[in-house]
């Protein structure tokens, strides 16, 4: 276990007018089912994984009959480890979700914050209407957490770390992450959110990605959600998002999740291999292009898909449409 | 001169419950008349000033005679150095500024972009107006680079490379850095961005701390726009921005400025003291903790004032203001 900034590889340069402007470091492991088969930058780095490990957190979910006691649906699945735009498709999911428990938007715990969706927000604005818990990125996990807390009959307060669904959340990190959690933050939604080392992420995500259905309650429910993420890019994040446009031209083969502060994750179910990495920074357009060329490594992603090169070497334009140079990953890097 | 990402120091640190989540990377160079005084990472690192150098690049302003010929005040003069939230007051001091050279918004060339102002942008939304080159952040500048062009009777396309109003901003450029520009960018507002060292920036802005009124055109030109920004910190940037909130807690005594991609510089004209500091990755919330906790040692910012906490060393709140952190300067750069 180490220091976040210790040991990090270059990971992404930005070129401005054939001059490089800034960088980013960075570290990134695969692994697979036995273990690290690659890495940059020091794959022992203690990391928070923030929303990348919202498909861990949604294992109690399924695993206590929580999701087919109420009926959930794939799309369900998706949207419980979604960080969502906020768009009205996502918005409509949840509360819809939440109705149909009996329970309404007080019930949340992820507070409020504006959607990043551009026609909902213009929608609230117009209407001079405040941004509800809905509308928080995190309110489809927040809604799986509250099927889980209803079908628990556990209390209301379902972030608080003592909480049985956030127990049960810290038993399962540990077991697929194969490690003792490092410690534990808050999240932006209030949510606990456990430490772990870089490896032991990328681990959990080889976990996800050799677990079948039928092979025990565990995998089933690792498969379930994994098919679920690949299956609806359009809800685990939104238009224009690189979740969504990645996975789409993955063809539903692959999951993949961002998370804050430069964190990416991917489950490779065919290749049976999991990824993880994240800027020391927490710049997220580093690790963009970073889990785009990682994908592109491992075979999974065309190269010369318009939703890689938007990710994995950009041009940069400004307000006039100008191009002003260029997103790279650092040499040496993959 | 070397890459931006040779030497640099530990600036920040970001935090999260009691653990280390992100580290920031940046060079910092302090300057007096006589060169560096003071300095952290690598003052020979080759940076883009972006729009931390607007003072330099208003000096031909004041210097052709253009602002006086139009009888420009210190406020118009304070806009011309802004990077502002395109507010109610910029875009209208803006628009009112190129009316009255006879020159409307098309004549801009600085395009268009939603403005940062959350009121200006929701009045745009509610009445399904556009967003116009007012708007940009960059517009007063542009407003002082098409007064220079009007004056000088130049072309129009006053932020082509070999326009008379770039040469002279290279000239100027080059004269107050004591060095041949490294190279140059189109900048998000498509004027030339000149390369040049940490330390030649922070030389200049030791040049504009140092300038008096009366010791020639260019002291006198750099002395009208330090007093000028320092004296109007709501039209540099706007409510809730570092520049404006940081000025003010230091009572108009000194300039500051910020930059696209982690660059902040400050003028302390009682001190004869430049500054100049960029993180090696390009965020701000490393720029404005270094700038806030250089400007606390310097003596000219109280530490305890509520806008310097906001900087430099905010508590991380979430969207239920629940703390999950915080920002801190790492140990030993200062």
Redo the contacts between chains.
């Keep these: 276990m180490s ?3 210790q040991g990090a590889a ?1 990971m992404a340069e ?1 070129w ?10 960075g570290h990134a492991v695969i692994c697979d089912a036995q273990g690290v088969v690659w890495q940059a930058g020091n794959p022992d780095a ?3 994984p923030r929303s990348s490990c919202k498909m861990i957190q949604a294992l109690p979910l399924i695993e206590t009959g929580a999701a087919d006691a109420v009926g959930l649906t794939p799309a369900h699945l998706a949207l419980s480890c979604a960080s969502h735009q906020g768009a009205a498709l996502h918005v409509g999911m949840a509360g819809r979700w939440i109705a149909d428990l009996g329970l309404d938007e007080s019930d949340l ?5 504006e959607p990043y969706d551009r026609d909902e927000r ?1 929608r609230l ?2 209407g001079a209407e405040a941004p509800c818990q809905l509308h ?1 990125n995190c309110s489809g996990k927040h809604s799986g957490f509250l099927t889980v807390t209803r079908h628990l009959k556990a209390g209301s307060e379902y972030v608080e770390i003592d909480h049985p669904l956030q127990k049960a959340i810290r038993a399962a990190t540990e077991e697929v992450t194969g490690e003792t959690v ?9 949510a606990p ?1 456990f ?1 772990m080392s870089l490896t032991g992420l990328a681990r959990a995500m080889a976990s996800f990605a050799t677990a079948r259905e039928g092979q025990g309650r565990r995998a089933s429910a690792m498969a379930r959600l994994t098919q679920a993420m690949a299956s609806h890019p359009e809800l685990v994040a939104g238009e224009g998002r690189a979740c969504t446009e990645l996975m789409r031209a993955m063809g539903g083969k692959v999951a993949i999740k961002t998370g804050a ?2 964190v990416f994750v991917a489950i490779l179910p065919e290749q049976g291999l999991g990824i993880a990495l994240k ?5 997220s357009r ?1 690790s963009e292009a970073a889990i785009a060329g990682l994908l592109v490594r491992a075979g999974v992603l065309d190269a010369a898909h318009p939703a890689t090169q938007k990710r994995l070497n950009p041009v940069q334009k ?8 260029e997103i790279r990953l650092a040499p040496g890097f993959l």
Excluded at 19 to 24: A, D, G, V
Excluded at 182 to 190: E, T
Excluded at 279 to 283: A, F, L, W
């Design positions: 220091r976040v900034d270059a930005i401005r007018g054939g001059m490089l402007e800034s960088t980013h470091l203690v990391i928070f715990r992820c507070g409020a914050h213009d604005i117009r928080n490092a410690g534990w933050g808050v999240d932006g939604c209030s959110n430490a502060e430069g800027t020391v920074d927490g710049n580093a400004n307000w006039r449409g100008v191009e002003t140079g």
